[in-house]
């Protein structure tokens, strides 16, 4: 047997095989009249084991600690299934990559000693509760905890605590007004749970307060609903949407088979009404953790003009560790799509740092040496080549880049600004001291 072989016997794949066309599976029940009604589809979700197995009857022969495991983990974390995101599943497949998102498993119940409820420390940067101020010029509004499906892999699980619910007027109005007294807040993430969940006026009247607000010049909407649930992609909501233009909408398909008849209708409705969408992916052992599988699903989003744009490594959240890869599986599915599909279709790929420090983007090295002058690049054909490099121009000395107020690294480069010098460490300690020491 060759090395190689040997290897693979040894190994068994994670992923199953991409699929062309997305499952309809006539095992699950998904009555028409719930086709176009997204209440009758809130109304009709999955919220129990029993109503599980009793929507899918063949899920009962599986075996005894997976029923346990879905049993015990449904008591630790809520759950959710719409009907028609149901329908998506192919309960034969235990590797199913739909069913994997959205039904508890006993793995869930299982922690790691670094697994956290909330590591990105969300609610340390929240200044009011529910709004978290983290990078300079953005800001990110928890306006519910409630979302159509609760993803078994989602960051936010510790919300989940609560009772459904969304923030009240008092809260929202808080937020409002803090964003309304930070002019340097020019992009406002309004996030969940799911905000599209909220009663229409509603988040009509969120939208509004924002755009009343002189200096936020763009409205983000954060929302799984295109994938779980697009019949909410209504006439109403699109011109609530509307109204509050520019609005750019984020959503978060994960696998090919979510990309349905009925989600890329929605997708064109928001698209038509003139909101870009992007998408977020959260990379998801065994269920996108392919180079192939991934490279299908963001082709496939372009077809419906949805634009590739974070590929997220998994945050190391309590109930959430089976689904976590390596980071080298993210950096092995950008190598390799970069130069061998449209460059539309690669995500950016990124860490979100635990402890709070925010996305960290990680990717291939495509540059082997700088020598100032030169620089020794490749290519994703493994092509070398030496570039020659020009002067580069002295920016520190161009006032409107000095007058920017840039924090962190990039300050050093547009400002007299020499070095960046942590605190803390024993030499800058030993150095304060004999300096108080000599006065
Ligand atoms: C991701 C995130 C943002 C937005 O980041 P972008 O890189 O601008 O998309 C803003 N605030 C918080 C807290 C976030 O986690
Ligand atoms: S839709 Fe988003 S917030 Fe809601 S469960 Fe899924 S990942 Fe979490």
Partial sequence: MKKGEQEASQLTPTTAAPQDKPVRSPAVIFPDKGKDDWKWQMRNRIMTPEALLEAVPSLSRRSKPWLE???????????????????????????????????PSGLETLSRPWERDDPLEEEADARVTGLTHRYPDRALMVTTNLCAMYCRHCTRKREWRSPEGHASKARIDEMIRYIGEHPEIRDVIVSGGDPLILPTAKLDELLQSLRRIPHVEIIRIGTRVP????????????????????????????????????????????????????????????????????TELCRSLLKIRVRPYY???????????????????????????????????????????????????????????????????????????????????????????????????????????????????HRIKRRTHAHRHSL
């Fill in 69 to 103: 495991g879905l049993a015990q983990a449904s008591r630790l974390y809520r759950m959710a299934i719409t009907p028609y995101y149901l329908s998506l599943i192919e309960p034969k497949d235990i590797e199913d990559p739909i069913a994997k998102q959205a039904i």
């Fill in 311 to 425: 590929l997220y490594q998994c945050d190391p959240v309590k109930g959430v560790g089976h689904f976590r890869t390596a980071i080298g599986e993210g950096v092995r599915i950008i190598e390799s799509m970069r130069g061998h599909t449209s460059g539309l279709a690669v995500p950016q790929f990124v860490i979100d740092a635990p402890g709070g420090a925010g996305k960290i983007p990680v990717m291939p090295n495509y540059v082997l040496a700088d020598a100032g002058s030169q620089m020794i690049l490749r290519n994703f054909e493994g092509i070398v080549l030496s570039y020659d490099n020009p002067p580069s121009s002295n920016h520190a000395a161009c006032p409107r880049c000095a007058a920017s107020g840039k924090q962190g690294v990039a300050s050093l480069l547009v400002s007299d600004r020499t070095a960046l010098i942590p605190e803390g460490t």
């Fill in 227 to 294: 994938v779980v649930m697009p019949m909410r992609i209504d006439g109403e909501l699109l011109e609530v949407l509307d109204r509050a233009a520019p609005v750019w909408l984020n959503t978060q398909f994960n696998h090919p088979r979510e990309i349905t008849e009925e989600s890329a209708a929605a997708c064109e409705k928001i698209a038509r009404t003139g909101i870009p969408i992007g998408n977020q992916t959260v990379l998801l052992r065994g269920v996108n953790d392919c180079p192939t599988v991934m």
